[in-house]
T-cell receptor
């Protein structure tokens, strides 16, 4: 079964600084990988996903993630944090031929002015 | 499309009462998921339907929980009897049953059992 591990339950960054959220997956074959964002009292919203092809994936709100098979990683980055990026971020995985998503524990991002 | 619609948004009930949460998936989606979110356990997949058929209910905590999908546009999650430890946010999500497609989430139902 596929699973993901998010390193760090909480990340604090200054406004304008780099945001880096780490996610490692466990799967015998390259899976499908996703990053979701959850704002307070809301559902989860897709930021970006990796299926096949280009390993650098760009998403909404200036976020991007790179699939690295050799490192079994799918880290999420944003060059310059904005106050509106304060939220909880979830990495998720699904297997090829399996449609259910398994989520990591989540990383809460706070942005300091 | 209005997205995944869940009702109610908030539910407060007394221990022992029956609780029914409702979900309308996005039209055309043929996979539906129920998740539970708590501080302690994060996001847990409770049950997953494909074409209205339950495929994986291994995440359903115990017999007090049941889920149905009578048609492609409606699903319910029922807890009977409810207990305080069931307090959580319950999310419904839907997707196309196709590799690599994302799930779209509803706004969730915040359940408080007192």
């Amino acid at each position: 079964a596929q699973s993901v591990t998010q390193l760090g339950s909480h990340v604090s960054v200054s406004e304008g600084a780099l945001v880096l959220l780490r996610c490692n997956y466990s799967s015998s074959v390259p899976p499908y990988l996703f990053w979701y964002v959850q704002y307070p009292n809301q559902g989860l919203q897709l930021l970006l996903k990796y299926t096949t092809g280009a390993t650098l994936v760009k998403g909404i709100n200036g976020f991007e993630a790179e699939f690295k098979k050799s490192e079994t990683s799918f880290h999420l980055t944003k060059p310059s944090a904005h106050m509106s990026d304060a939220a909880e971020y979830f990495c998720a995985v699904s297997g090829r031929g399996d449609y259910k998503l398994s989520f990591g524990a989540g990383t809460t991002v706070t942005v300091r002015a | 499309d209005a997205g995944v619609i869940q009702s109610p948004r908030h539910e407060v009930t007394e221990m022992g009462q029956e609780v029914t949460l409702r979900c309308k998936p996005i039209s055309g989606h043929n996979s539906l998921f129920w998740y539970r979110q708590t501080m302690m356990r994060g996001l847990e997949l409770l049950i997953y339907f494909n074409n209205n058929v339950p495929i994986d209910d291994s995440g359903m905590p115990e017999d007090r929980f049941s889920a149905k999908m009578p048609n492609a546009s409606f699903s319910t999650l029922k807890i009977q009897p409810s207990e305080p430890r069931d307090s959580a946010v319950y999310f419904c999500a839907s997707s196309l049953a196709k590799g690599g497609t994302e799930a779209f989430f509803g706004q969730g139902t915040r359940l408080t059992v007192v």
